[in-house]
């Protein structure tokens, strides 16, 4: 990892992935760390042979965390005659994903890339369930940035490597000719450069603020945060880059598919109902994630929460030009559970296309159609999907199938 990574010393910083982090998730590749860790989580998993296994949720403090924080808070798992624990909040991926391994939480929400790397690269038995949510991230930049090509020579934040956000932005800047580069601090950049950073999610609307860097491409509400602190603005939203990807999804460990299925089946039924739910209830999910909630799930304010989930008028954005795509009608954030093996073909090959840092050799040998089939169980999302009401009332099409939509 070079030393242009951003190093996060805040004691309240969110959800990055800093150099410290990125080097403890590497070291969970090799057998010597991670054997321990195993250990522990079947010891754990073997304290609860059968379905009495509470739920354990990990989770970061975005709206990528929804479905699993309104399962807890409105009582979901409990409708499905499971326990809960109070879900746990973590600072950075590295440190849900140690959790995760070692068994002190069993549901988590990752990065659909990072998924990739915690199976294949780091070769940690455990398969995506369902999505979480669909859409959710977008570019911000500093308000004197009117195009993509004002990026030329500067900085762009990005939240981790393995992120859709690393892999659109990427897109965005070569179709306008940009080239990605990993500077130092200090070190020139080009004006037909742009110089991507890791940066912690809760750090990136100060730097914006400080003009450190020149934009952002990260989840809600961090976005809207930056638009209703007037520090800057929306340049594109992820979503109208990929028609309603993914960006986090719902982490299970094979071994408690594999021993406690109807616990699985249970855990995913809740997390789907609750994606129906605040389908169609975004203000009153706002205020259950809100800093003001007395749940204090997250720190953030009612109001960016707001934008991100109850605000669906894209009318100001499509007169500013932000929208590119308005035929899609795409919600800002949407929770379609389904997961799409052709969206998780085309993951792979996205990100054999993305600059990386660190080692991603095991990228090149992943075969996407194997991917679509080993790193997702869709058993319980689909009969999870029929009894909420079917794929109609998450808006997907009834035979679970479709194609995939990238236009930058």
């Known amino acids: 990892m070079k030393n242009n990574v951003h190093i996060c010393v805040s004691s309240d910083c969110d959800c990055g992935m800093t150099r410290r982090d990125f080097l403890r998730m590497s070291a969970l590749a ?56 109070t879900p746990r909040l973590f600072r950075s ?7 995760f391994v070692s068994g002190q939480v069993n549901v988590i929400h990752l990065l659909s890339p990072a998924t990739l790397w915690v199976r294949y690269g780091s070769k940690f038995p455990a398969k995506v369930v369902a999505w979480n949510h669909v859409n959710g991230s977008a570019l911000t930049v500093l308000n004197e940035i009117n195009s993509v090509a004002d990026l030329g020579g500067k900085t762009v934040a990005i939240p981790f490597w393995y992120s859709i956000h690393n892999i659109l932005l990427q897109k965005i800047l070569a179709a306008h000719k940009l080239t990605v580069v990993t500077r130092g601090r200090g070190d020139a950049v080009k004006p037909n450069e742009v110089n991507l950073v890791v940066l912690a999610p809760a750090e990136m609307v100060s ?16 976005n809207a945060a930056a638009e209703t602190a007037g520090v800057g603005k929306i340049l594109r939203f992820s979503g109208d880059v990929w028609k309603n990807h993914a960006c986090c999804v719902t982490f299970l460990a094979e071994r408690d598919l ?14 789907v109902n609750a994606q129906l739910w605040a389908r169609s209830n975004q203000a009153e999910t706002a205020k259950l994630l809100s800093a003001s909630d007395s749940h204090r799930y997250t720190p953030h ?38 997961p799409f093996a052709s969206y998780t073909e085309e993951l792979v090959r996205a990100m054999v296309q993305t600059k990386v840092e660190g080692d991603a050799r095991f990228l090149a040998t992943l075969d996407p159609k194997f991917a679509a089939r080993d790193l997702v169980d869709d058993r319980f999302v689909r ?7 079917g794929p109609g009332a998450f808006g997907l099409p009834a035979n679970l199938l479709r194609t995939e939509t990238l236009a930058v």
């Open 30 to 85: 090799t057998a010597s760390t991670a054997a321990p860790l195993l250990f522990a989580g079947d010891a754990r998993a073997q304290a609860h042979r059968g379905d009495d296994q509470p739920v354990k949720i990990g989770y970061l403090p975005i709206t990528d965390a929804t479905p699993l924080l309104v399962a807890h808070g409105r009582k979901l798992f409990e409708e499905q005659g499971l326990k809960t624990e």
């Open 93 to 99: 991926w590295a440190q849900i994903v140690e959790a």
């Open 207 to 222: 730097a914006l603020a400080a003009k450190s860097i020149a934009g952002f491409i990260v989840a809600e509400p961090f």
């Open 258 to 271: 594999a021993d406690k299925p109807e616990w699985s089946q249970r855990v995913t039924n809740a997390i």
């Open 301 to 338: 304010a009612l109001q960016p929460l707001t934008k991100v989930l109850a605000v669906t008028d894209y009318s100001a954005y499509e007169k500013r030009g932000i929208i590119a795509h308005p035929a899609w009608q795409q919600r800002r954030i949407d929770f379609q559970p389904y």
């Open 383 to 389: 009969k999870a999907i029929a009894a909420a009401g």
